[in-house]
């Protein structure tokens, strides 16, 4: 790779570590809050970031009724899986649920075969079988993984 996409791959990767360790830093300064403190933490968080966009008028003008009604279901999924993800690094921290959020790739090859099989090819190709036996192959280590991880405590 390139110098430059090694950095750019280096400052993603720290950021995205600090964004993780930041949740837990912020669920336990509102641990006051008790049980209401990762939705509360959720909701300060975007509450931030809605208020750092209010000076650029150009990210919120442009919307129309339409886009934004078809933005809100994706809005409401992300925001209750940010909630989820905000109990999940205070329950059992933040190695342990990045290592959980893998199991993501079991579910996602069910998905993906359930949609494919009902049809719906613009969204997800059926794969080959040689595909998807490597797909199950790697969703099997890495729950194997998951749980060697959760053993070895």
Not at 12 to 29: A, K, M, N, P, T
Not at 58 to 70: C, D, F, K, N, T
Request: with cysteine.
């Amino acid at each position: 790779l390139p110098w430059f996409a090694i950095f750019g791959l280096a400052i993603s990767i720290v950021g995205y570590s600090f964004s993780d360790l930041s949740i837990v830093w912020l669920v336990q300064r509102l641990s006051a809050a008790e049980r209401m403190a990762p939705p509360l933490a959720v909701c300060l968080t975007y509450l931030l970031c809605g208020l750092v966009c209010l000076p650029f008028p150009s990210l919120w003008r442009r919307g129309r009724v339409a886009a934004w009604r078809y933005a809100l279901p994706h809005a409401l999924s992300w925001y209750a899986a940010m909630i989820l993800l905000f109990f999940c690094f205070a329950t059992i921290g933040v190695v342990f649920g990045n290592i959980m959020q893998s199991t993501r790739g079991l579910i996602s090859i069910a998905l993906g075969s359930v949609v494919a099989r009902w049809g719906m090819t613009h969204l997800e190709t059926a794969p080959s079988r040689k595909v998807l036996i490597k797909r199950i192959a790697g969703a099997v280590l890495m729950t194997g993984a998951i749980a060697l991880y959760l053993l070895s405590k």
